[in-house]
């Protein structure tokens, strides 16, 4: 019996494999999808011409495609897989399922950061102007999580003591940025608010880039850590009886989540949903062992932001929507029929 | 398996002068524990709140306190934790209810959390425990839909996976039917004799009389009596401990019974 029920497991792990490598294909199907959609409205050869370079295309179409649509649909992936793994390292290291980086501060002090720039035009003092509001968010969004583990650690480092002080400091940013947009002008705060709606058309190559660096140095520890993560699953003791330093497993964890989910926010605005949805649509499809469980949540978050970043396009011919709008609302339909269907323990 | 350089005498469990707070609170009082030897089942018993998960924990060290608790002779609070892991295992009272890790999975993470074990190596160690303990069936089901006493049992085999020299359980048997129990009991006893030493907390006195070694009740934070079953359980002890009038009988094949009367006044 033990080696049908070993090679039962194996199966299912090759399964586990297969379904991440699947996502992967259609998450890059959904960045070709994003990219061939725009007011522009270009054939899909066109399109991939310009991008391939085979063939004879005008130069309009190489600009359209080059330096407005493929920035938008690569800072789409990289958003939507940064904010999915740190809300996916953060459910796991904080062992609750409802934590994700913006409902513990990241938003609101972003937006913080954000306004800031805009009402009051302060920034760093050698960033160029162009990116005050990014410089500024990212930040206090990443100021914000390290006050988070500063105090949480003062108190022992307890989940349940990190996530009551980042509500409060949701609460306490939600006041600042309060006070600033009662006091800004007209101009400043229509600024604020669609800032803060998440919007993909500042989308740029080193906005691109600096997104790509960080999900690159932080992603492989994160990969690294699968099997203490798994571990947690456990409950704390557990994970320290097996000789896991928990302390120092969510020290650096809630650091990587913090630069991810800072740079994420910094470029593109307040997205909500997808650090919290994609964990769980990840867990329902490949279970809880991380080294499926982290990879599956990253790919499913670029999938919900490249179909969000399609649809804000979509919806409203020649409108470009907020593309934090479009998550919600794609997101939810399909994280409702997951859950409704969703058979624990696959 | 002794570590370098541990004479026989220092060889098994020891604690010595050991206080543990609990914020400002004394829970343990420069509690020693007479020497735990290899091959021997332990059991911790006393009143609620007199200090024996409390002690189990620590000697885990999953709990801060001060004094000496060494095993072979090596002070535990020095030892790396991947090292620690390596020694000692730890059955805590429950499992988590919530995760949808399926149980192999769960043994696996418990075995491959810290160590370099190859996944051929970890995937047979984790189905060979899971056999061990007549649980093997489970061993594709996730967590979630286990009962408390499956859980139990699968908390047991990740305690066990590592082959640790010492086994630290924290009533073990509170969830499981009668069947259970025995078996349960009867692995502990095996554990020991292949040579751990074997620690479980028990409330049951009648289980404690009929498998355990040793018994240490504890009393207030400190160590109220020691010994065989038969030296430790008697009426004065439960009358002093308890607070229970009882009677302690030999019946059918030479067991010992404890009956309780009824609550001291």
């Known amino acids: 019996m033990t080696t049908a029920l070993l090679e039962h497991y194996h199966r299912q792990n090759r399964r586990r494999a297969m379904l991440v490598g699947v996502m992967a294909v259609i998450a890059a199907l959904g960045v070709v999808l994003d990219l061939v959609t725009g007011p522009a409205g270009l054939p899909l050869g066109e399109t991939l011409r310009a991008l391939t370079g085979a063939g004879e295309v005008s130069r309009t179409t190489e600009v359209i495609v080059w330096t407005v649509r493929l920035p938008v649909a690569v800072v789409a992936l990289l958003v939507g897989a940064a904010l999915a793994l740190a809300g996916a390292e953060m459910q796991t290291v904080l062992e609750n399922p409802l934590a994700e980086p913006f409902t513990l501060g990241v938003s609101s002090a972003a937006a913080l950061g954000a306004a800031t720039a805009i009402i009051l035009g302060l920034s760093l003092p050698f960033l160029p102007t162009r990116w005050a509001i990014s410089g500024n968010a990212f930040l206090f969004a990443l100021g914000a999580l390290l006050l988070l583990q500063a105090l949480g650690r003062a108190r022992g480092g307890d989940p349940e003591v990190l996530i009551l002080f980042g509500i409060a400091l949701n609460f306490a940013a939600g006041a600042f940025l309060s006070l600033l947009q009662f006091i800004a002008s007209a101009d400043a705060l229509q600024q604020l608010v669609f800032w803060t709606m998440g919007s993909l058309a500042a989308a740029s190559w080193p906005g691109a880039a600096a997104l790509a660096l960080v999900l690159a140095v932080t992603a492989p520890f994160s990969f690294r850590a699968a099997w203490r993560l798994t571990a947690l699953r456990m409950g704390e003791e557990q994970a320290r009886a097996f000789g896991v330093d928990v302390r120092a497993l969510r020290r650096w964890s809630l650091l990587r989540v913090s630069l991810l989910s800072a740079s994420a926010v910094a470029m593109v605005g307040v997205i909500g949903f997808v650090g919290l949805a994609g964990p769980h649509i990840a867990r329902l499809l490949v279970g809880e062992d991380h080294r499926f469980f982290l990879p599956a949540s990253l790919l499913t978050g670029a999938l919900v932001m490249s179909l969000a970043s399609t649809l804000s396009k979509t919806i409203v011919a020649g409108v470009l929507l907020p593309v934090g709008l479009v998550t919600s609302l794609i997101g939810l339909p399909i994280f409702f029929a997951l859950i409704m269907r969703g058979r624990p323990g696959r | ?265």
């Open chain 2, 1 to 265: 398996m002794s570590g370098a350089g541990a004479n026989t005498a220092a060889l098994g469990l020891s604690v010595r002068d050991v206080a543990i707070n609990y914020g400002r609170r004394r829970i343990v009082d420069g509690l020693s524990l007479p020497d735990l030897r290899p091959g021997e089942l332990t059991v911790l018993a006393g009143p609620n709140a007199a200090g024996k998960s409390t002690l189990l924990r620590a000697v885990a060290q999953l709990t801060p306190y001060r004094g000496a608790i060494t095993l072979d002779g090596r002070d535990l609070a020095q030892l790396p934790g991947r090292e620690r892991a390596q020694l000692v295992g730890f059955m805590p009272q429950t499992l988590p209810a919530g995760s949808s890790l399926i149980v192999l999975q769960s043994i696996l993470a418990a075995l491959r959390a810290t160590g370099e074990t190859p996944a051929a190596q970890a995937d047979a160690a984790a189905m060979a425990v899971l056999e061990r303990l007549g649980i093997a069936e489970l061993a594709l089901r996730p967590l979630n839909q286990l009962s408390g006493g499956q859980r139990q049992m699968v908390s047991l085999a990740q305690a066990i996976v590592r082959d640790p020299r010492l086994l630290l359980l924290d009533e073990p048997t509170s969830a499981l039917d009668l069947a259970r129990q025995v078996r349960l009991l009867a692995e502990l006893r095996r554990l020991a004799a292949e040579g751990r030493v074997v620690v479980a907390v028990l409330h049951d006195l009648a289980l404690a009389a009929q498998w355990a070694d040793r018994i240490v009740v504890l009393h207030g934070g400190s160590v109220h009596s020691h010994g065989p079953p038969a030296e430790v359980l008697t009426p004065a002890m439960l009358a002093q401990v308890y607070r229970v009038e009882a009677r302690v009988e030999r019946c059918s094949r030479d067991r010992l019974v404890v009956l309780i009367d009824h609550e001291m006044a």
